[in-house]
Nanobody, 127 residues
Framework: QVQLGESGGGSVQAGGSLRLSCTAS???????MGWFRQAPGKEREFVSV????????WYADSVKGRFTVSRDNIKNTVYLEMNSLKPEDTAIYYC?????????????????????WGQGTQVTVSS
């Protein structure tokens, strides 16, 4: 099992940048790591996932080209670099981990695919 803790959220104006971090309580090398978000009044949605080695990322279309996911398996940490932020990016961002997902076979894009979740960190983008 692994416990996840996010940090780095905050308030920023449109066009700005934030970097989220998610540190795990244990080794993360066996897990695909990712991010989901939930905006007020909306369902939780997939943002990004990265493979175990950190060499292959997947992104939701809404963030592609603006967000970058990465990981440091030595520090047991995954990152989400968010640039060109828009008001519609306002949400609680959750870090996730799972050892069984396989984006190559279309798993890892739904919240039910993940066993481990962080508590979330708020990102607010003002216009």
């Amino acid at each position: 099992q692994v416990q996840l803790g996010e940090s780095g959220g905050g308030s920023v104006q449109a066009g700005g940048s934030l970097r989220l971090s998610c540190t795990a309580s244990g080794k993360i090398y066996d897990y695909y790591m990712g991010w989901f978000r939930q905006a007020p009044g909306k369902e939780r949605e997939f943002v990004s996932v990265i493979n175990r080695a950190g060499s292959v990322p997947w992104y939701a279309d809404s963030v592609k080209g603006r967000f970058t996911v990465s990981r440091d398996n030595i520090k047991n940490t995954v990152y989400l670099e968010m640039n060109s932020l828009k008001p519609e990016d306002t949400a609680i961002y959750y870090c996730v981990a799972d050892g069984q997902v396989n984006p190559y076979r279309d798993t890892g894009f739904r919240e039910g695919d993940y066993d481990y979740w962080g508590q979330g960190t708020q990102v607010t983008v003002s216009s």
